[in-house]
């Protein structure tokens, strides 16, 4: 499997990318409409970037909890029953005169359910396509990510202002809703991938086999602490540049798109190797010059070439499945997908504590500074021959 149009011949992909596809346009319509609302009610860079990334914090409840349903479930049903459940959410979140304590305590529920979301989906991945099909199958669905970030803030730009943000909240649970309706029609009934009930128990054990290998351990380190760190810049966009947010974070959908066509789609298997580690520095170098306060357009092409550094995680996740068991596939990459989240939330609290103490830019370049750090800290560990070892 080689090109992405064997990958819509089977029939099932097509169904899992269309229902990936209405998640991602939700999410991001929503976050801005949210971002820009509590921002105009507070004018607090914490609060504003802790509305829009601060859910994945959650996540870490959700991997300690529940992250054994991701195999243990009927991955058609739980994608359904996931997504109508983030519409109710999000239609809860544009009632008028909502406090902010209760904003972030329906933020903090949807943040626990997105964390078995990761899992039943890119498990369901490992099963509908070939294991050689997966990064492609991974590099399309994160192109489709990209591609809808960037249509998702322009159009939410454009809602917010045309519907305001609470009408732009109820458009977003609106498309959640179709979403539920797509993986309820359009995906084939399939059983559990693993027997048992699902339980915290069983999840801690799951987490603590994952976690016992030292090369799974680097993998998932490299896979979540550098990227949560530039989320953390790209959660003061809003702050930073308030008319122009939306154009921004386009431009950094942008870039991620660009890098996941380069790597999935045309780099050789030889080149993945040497590629990972320029990735992830990539990701933050470019950042480094908000210490500057940079024009626009500079600002601009910043963020662009940064973010092709995302790329990075797709030649992480494929060798995080070559190095974990069949039965724990979902798991492991429910696991993945709930660090990086709340990595990704503790990167937009600790962005918007300095902001709050400095600037947004300052911040900026700290991040990057500190992303930039990880990635080297973690490199010998990457490198050495254990790490690519198959691990039980």
Do not use: K
Request: proline letters at 7%.
């Amino acid at each position: 499997m080689r090109t992405y149009g064997e990958l819509f011949r089977v029939r099932e992909f097509a169904a899992l990318f269309a229902a990936s596809a209405g998640q991602t346009a939700a999410s991001t319509v929503s976050g801005l409409a949210l971002g820009t609302l509590v921002y105009a009610e507070t004018a607090s860079p914490l609060l504003s970037a802790l509305s829009m990334f601060g859910p994945s914090l959650a996540q870490v409840v959700g991997a300690t909890a529940l992250l054994s349903a991701a195999d243990r479930l009927p991955p058609r049903a739980a994608m359904s029953g996931l997504a109508a459940a983030f519409a109710a959410g999000t239609a809860a979140l544009a009632i008028p005169g909502l406090p902010v304590g209760a904003v972030f305590a329906l933020l903090f529920v949807l943040g626990l359910l997105a964390s078995l979301g990761g899992g039943v989906r890119y498990g369901l991945l490992t099963e509908v396509l070939p294991r050689e099909g997966f990064l492609l199958g991974r590099s399309m669905l994160n192109m489709s990510t990209g591609l809808l970030q960037i249509a998702g803030y322009a159009a939410g730009g454009l809602l917010v202002s045309a519907l305001s943000p609470r009408g732009t909240l109820l458009a977003a649970a609106a498309l959640y809703l179709l979403d539920a309706l797509v993986a309820r029609f359009g995906l084939a009934r399939r059983p559990a991938r693993a027997g048992g009930r699902p339980s915290v128990a069983a999840t801690w054990r799951g987490n603590r086999r994952l976690w016992s290998a030292p090369s799974r351990r680097f993998v998932y380190l490299a896979l979540w602490v550098p990227n949560g760190l530039i989320v953390g810049c790209e959660a003061l966009f809003v702050p930073y540049a308030p008319a122009h947010a939306g154009a921004l974070f386009a431009l950094a959908a942008l870039g991620m798109l660009a890098g996941d066509l380069l790597v999935g789609r045309f780099t050789p298997p030889r080149w993945r190797e040497r590629l990972a580690s320029p990735l992830r520095l990539l990701l933050a170098v470019p950042y480094l010059v908000f210490v500057l306060e940079p024009a626009p357009p500079v600002a601009a092409a910043a963020i662009v070439l940064a973010s092709v550094g995302y790329a990075a995680s797709l030649l992480l996740q494929e060798r995080l499945v070559a190095l974990t068991p069949d039965e724990l596939r979902g798991h492991a990459l429910g696991l993945h997908s709930s660090g990086m989240m709340t990595m990704q939330g503790v990167g937009a609290a600790l962005a918007g504590a300095v902001a709050q103490h400095t600037s947004p830019a300052t911040a900026m370049a700290v991040m990057a500074a500190a992303s930039a750090a990880v990635t080297l800290a973690l490199a010998p560990g990457l490198r050495s021959p254990a790490a690519a070892r198959p691990v039980g």
